[in-house]
């Protein structure tokens, strides 16, 4: 809830994926050519020269050197962006 200058009341229902500290950006497929990951649309890229691994919200991710982190599964990976 947030009171307003004019008087009012603004309320809101927060979105539980801010809890997290990474949210799903897009689902891309593409080939790694170590230390590069390029998506197959060739408009997307990520390094991997210095990689971190990081967990949130129960969730494995590698951390690209841009900031994005991607989400390591079984057969997938997805890309997420810093909230």
């Known amino acids: ?9 603004a309320l ?7 809890t997290y500290r990474y949210v ?7 080939q790694l050519l ?3 990951w390029i998506a197959d649309s060739i408009q997307f890229a ?3 020269e210095t990689p971190r691994s990081e967990k949130d ?4 991710f590698m951390l690209a050197d841009q900031g994005f982190a991607v989400k390591l599964t079984e ?3 997805e890309v ?4």
């Open 1 to 9: 809830m947030c009171s307003l200058r004019e008087g009012a009341i």
């Open 12 to 18: 809101w229902q927060p979105d539980l994926r801010q």
């Open 24 to 30: 799903q950006m897009a689902n891309w497929t593409g």
């Open 34 to 36: 170590y230390p590069v």
């Open 46 to 48: 990520m390094s991997f």
């Open 57 to 60: 919200c129960s969730h494995n």
């Open 75 to 77: 057969d997938t990976t």
């Open 80 to 83: 997420g962006e810093r909230m």
